[in-house]
């Protein structure tokens, strides 16, 4: 079961999918999926799997069936690299979808801003304002007062420990009290080490479950 | 004309030296056309043994100045020996006038020197497998081989065992395909120390079509005395239970340096030769501006410096790492010190040898250990040494990683036919066994990137035009060429002074840690920290004492099979009170507080403690089988008990045994341990514990750069290619979850099961142990066998048979 959180007035649901809907307004927010990082990685020569970027398509599907939201908002990294075989298939997948896409550009977003256009994906150079939460790919400095934001960049995981020397990272949402870090949506992506202060809420995603750990 | 015998006679004549028996019966050999392996002890004229008759021959047929360009290949394991057989080769030349060029080519020379050599090759050539492997990667390079008559591998026993060792037997694969289509003879020989496995090294060296009637083994009869002393402090109480440093007897090594002439000190890691270079230096200043430090990771410049003023006998001591354990004889070194236990006994014959290196001198060497129960394994060594028993390497098989990155380079270099190279690779020992589907899988990997092609896909690496493979990627092939090699080692950055000098490079996860102004100890000076810019930690030099010792990896070495087997008899012996050496009479107190606290085993016997702790319950299981046996013993172990239960299992071990540390009671009798240790479902309950996962992930780690699935960045500018970069673990459980047939996931558990862990061994292990008696003890406090393995928190394994949300509820009550 999907836990669900409050910030500032709004109501949030967690899904171990790596995703985070927003219920108030209906949106789907999903951060750092680098969508066809291991087409880039295969046109250079390096064999990674090409069908982990099918495999995150059809988790997006999942979650779209899933919360049937008014559109889905990438907060950043995208896609991984440059214009390569894997948007093409992307733009497959997208040609199946009239579900509207937000993207908040983040650091590895370099595609041609006309190829976004074509993928029927709309822009927002640093942040999305919706009531008074702010979503953005990187850790703003500047978020209007009285404002929560929510982003992402970081692929945040929470290390724990235990009894006879047990130990195990685990991705995870991560609240603040004036901000809040996604998890990293992509299959073929690293994680962070965390250190959350007491306030902080850390919500763990373990064996498609959603643990709450601070 | 010139005469074979006559002119190898009058070398040894004009050096006024006596010919050996090994060294005729190898010129004649080498004169008959045979290929083989010259077995010999550094310092017994080897060298010579093995190049008079390769320049004989060719004086012979008088076909040395006939034919221009290369002759000879010299391959050598070391950068720093290629100077001095060089020189030798060089002079034997000259003496007979033949107008014999002998050059290096490492990874050391310069980029004129390389551009000199592509245009007119030398006659000879000293270089390195990965070197050699450079030049199989240059477009035309069949041309360079075609008048390559010999190929000389020294130090054999070094190379084998390791991917290097692959890597020649690959190279010598191709060199003889050359040779061959020109319908022409390659001899092949290698020069080997003595090893438990010489045949075998021959057939691995040779490979397995080579006929045996050309085949020899040419021994050297010569035995090198060593003696061996134990040094002790006078009180066995001052001996640590655990660690590795060893100050104590600092005294007592100052007075060994200054009754020697020149003295090597040998520590088993960086770190210690460092923290040793300066204890020395800090208590006795006659030894400033006389000792020297020499290690890997020491800029070329220092090293060259040392050497140098060891061969003069300008230095009285140097402190080193297995940088020095090969071949450069050094006249004046009388003395070895090694500092902790060398853990083998070919290791430690062979660092004994580096002190009286004249034929038929003696070689002393002194043993320092670091904590107690080092005196067991001193005293295994000894006992040993007096069953004239020496270790094997056993050869590396089926390291595809290898093989694909060698795949890459002839693809580079011209292309290759892949019924052609199929064939010669067959041909060599490590890839015998390889079946035609394993091969088209490799090829399938460098054309398409795995089994599945997409139809969006753009994989881009290796295409076949007609029947030859060819690189389609030319940014590809300039990272292949930076990245030929089989030694993976950490990402390091150079040191340098503020004012520019270089003093070497270090491990980047050490320099991570450093905030600026914190001090390091490094090449034997008090460093601090200032900043660091792209790949350079820059420094200045500080008179501040309170440093921290840069704590590189490297040098945990495991007891080898044939001292786990010795110490096990000698504690045998020291449990029935039968034994009475130097060693034990010192180690006495601490064995009678062993048996004490718990007991000695004997010989038949393997003992089992428990203790409790806040930490859980804690088992100690004593194999004495060495480190690397306990590693999958202990999973093994640790995965059947979770088999049985609910609970989570944290895993230490030693050379002398592990430790199960449990979070939940565990019932121990003999019938549980029994039934632990059963042969039966061995193999699936290893490839089931999540350990064995663990351990294939970090074997991974070397297979996913060799063959080329995570790339280094390059040289000085590791920024760049950021986006090609990610982590071996990730591509590993990537390839697990979506291409679980993957060759190279596959060899990741098989280096585990077969070449490291060695299955026969583990296998060995488990049959000993199910007949033997159990000891079972409970202890109230550790034991001397169980403090060290408590202490040494480096690798610990983990295992569990919790559910992951159980798992992580207790951990939060246990952190509230």
Known sequence: ?214 | MYDYDQIIASWYATRNWKQYDFQQELAAAYQQGYNGILNAPTGSGKTFAMWLPIIADHMAKGNHQATSGLKVIWITPLRALAKDIRNALQEACDLFDMGWRVEIRTGDISAKDKQAQKKQMPDVLIITPESLHVLLCQIGYETIFENLSCVVVDEWHELLGSKRGVQVELAISRLRGIREDQKKQLRIWGISATIGNLVEAMEVLLGVDAPEHTSIIIRSEQKKQIDIHTVLPEHIDVLPWAGHIGLKLLPNIIDIIHRSTTTLVFTNTRAMAEIWYHALLENDERLAGVMAMHHGSLSGEVRDWVEENLHNGALKAVICTSSLDLGVDFRPVDTVIQIGSPKGVARFTQRAGRSGHQPGAVSTIYFIPTHALELVEISAIRAAMEENVIEKRDPMVMSFDVLIQYMVTLSISGGFKSNELYREVKSTYAYHLMSPEEWQWLLQHITQGGQTLQAYDEFNKVGRVGDVYRIMHKKAATRHRLSIGTIVSDTVVAIKLMNGGKLGSIEEYFIASLKPGDVFWFAGHCLEFLMLREMTAFVKITKEQKAITASYMGGRMPLSSYMADMMRKQLGQAAESNLHNFEYTHLQPLLDLQRDRSAIPAYDTILVETAESKEGLHIFIYPFEGRVVHEVLAGLIAFRISKKQELSISVAMNDYGFELLCNHPVEINESVIRELFEIKGLDDDVFQSVNATEMARRKFRDISVISGMVFQGYPGEQKRARDLQSSAQLIFDVLRKYEPSNLLIKQAYDEILNDQMENARLRTALLRISKSKILIKHTDRFSPFAFPIVVDDLSRNKLTSESLASRIQQMLRENK
């Open chain 1, 1 to 214: 079961m999907p836990i669900a959180v409050s910030i500032k007035g709004n109501s949030f649901r967690l899904s171990p999918d790596f995703a985070l809907y927003w219920q108030d307004l209906q949106w789907l927010i999903i951060a750092d999926a680098h969508f066809s990082k291991e087409t880039h990685f295969r046109k250079h020569g390096i064999a990674i799997p090409a069908a982990i970027l099918q495999e995150d398509l059809r988790r997006v599907d999942v979650l779209i069936r899933t919360y049937s939201p008014q559109r889905v908002v990438f907060l950043g990294d995208m896609f991984h690299s440059e214009n390569n075989p894997g948007i093409d298939a992307f733009a497959k997948w997208r040609n199946g979808n009239n579900m509207p896409i937000d993207l908040v550009i983040g650091n590895h977003d370099i595609l041609d801003r006309s190829r976004y256009a074509d993928l029927n994906i709309d822009i927002h150079e640093d942040k999305i304002i919706a009531n008074n939460i702010v979503l953005a790919h990187d850790d703003l400095s500047d978020i209007p007062e009285g404002h929560y934001l929510l982003h992402g960049h970081i692929h945040p995981c929470i290390r724990l420990a235990g009894k006879a020397k047990q130990s195990m990272r685990l991705p995870c949402f991560w609240f603040g009290k004036e901000k809040g870090v996604l998890p990293s949506f992509g299959t073929f992506t690293g994680g962070h080490a965390i250190t959350p202060n007491k306030t902080d809420q850390v919500f763990a995603i373990a064996d498609a479950q959603i643990v709450r750990i601070n």
